[in-house]
């Protein structure tokens, strides 16, 4: 794999991958997460990508009706998924150095009926005066995950990243996934009980991308 492919791979990688909130009935809260993002590679040819992931940033904005997430990959792309929270449907939008495109996201469940084993441990920690639980997600297509997951938060989540999340307790404030290629961690360090007056969220397409499928999103990264 060529460094250009690399990049490519992590790029789409977060573009295919939407952290969005289930809505709990009656649950009208809000908030604000932001993550610091590290990646780890023995691949000689992902260590040299590196330098172009540093400064990479996830940050997840929910109010009563969307919740939308960012992810900030270094220099390599930024990727802002929108998601209405009753209906599921939603857009990718990513500016990257393959170019500007968005996906439109139908609100199906992919992956729903995959074979994945989650499991609740009984360790527990602290992470932004949260009480977190640790869970291990083993056999999904995205690689072996651990997630310390806090029930304090008004908010569920679920990803095309674990199939079958339902089955999780809570809100995830660290996330370390481990695919063949590297290892990716999220580590919580903002939380807000409100979202910033400075986000915005819309599901309209923006004028002068391309539109790409899933199925593009897959050949792209050589998937």
Do not use: H
Not at 99 to 119: K, R, S
Not at 139 to 165: A, C, H, N, R, Y
Request: some cysteine.
């Amino acid at each position: 794999m060529k460094v250009i492919k690399a990049m490519a791979l992590v790029a789409v990688f977060f573009a295919a991958t939407a952290f969005i909130t289930k809505p709990e009935k009656g649950a009208t809260g809000e908030f604000y997460v932001e993550y610091d993002v590290t990646f780890e590679s023995d691949d000689p040819q992902m260590e040299q990508a590196m330098p172009f992931l540093a400064g990479s940033m996830m940050k997840i904005a929910k109010n009563s009706k969307y919740t939308k997430t960012i992810f900030k990959t270094g220099t390599v792309s930024t990727s802002t998924t929108t998601v209405d929270n009753k209906s599921r449907k939603g857009i990718s939008v990513t500016e990257s150095m393959m170019g500007n495109f968005y996906t439109m996201l139908d609100g199906e469940d992919d992956g729903e009926d995959a074979e994945v084993d989650i499991e609740k441990t009984t360790e527990t920690k602290d992470i932004l005066g949260f009480k977190c639980t640790k869970y291990i997600v083993t056999g999904g297509k995205g690689g072996d995950i651990e997630m310390w997951s806090t029930t304090e938060i008004d908010g569920e989540f679920t990803s095309k990243l674990v199939p079958k999340s339902g089955k999780m307790e809570g809100f995830p404030l660290q996330i370390t996934v481990e695919t063949e290629q590297m290892t990716i961690s999220f580590i919580a360090k903002d939380f807000k009980k409100e979202v910033p007056s400075s986000e915005e969220f819309s599901l309209k397409p923006p004028k002068g991308y391309d539109e790409k499928t899933a199925e593009d999103l897959q050949k792209m990264g050589g998937m």
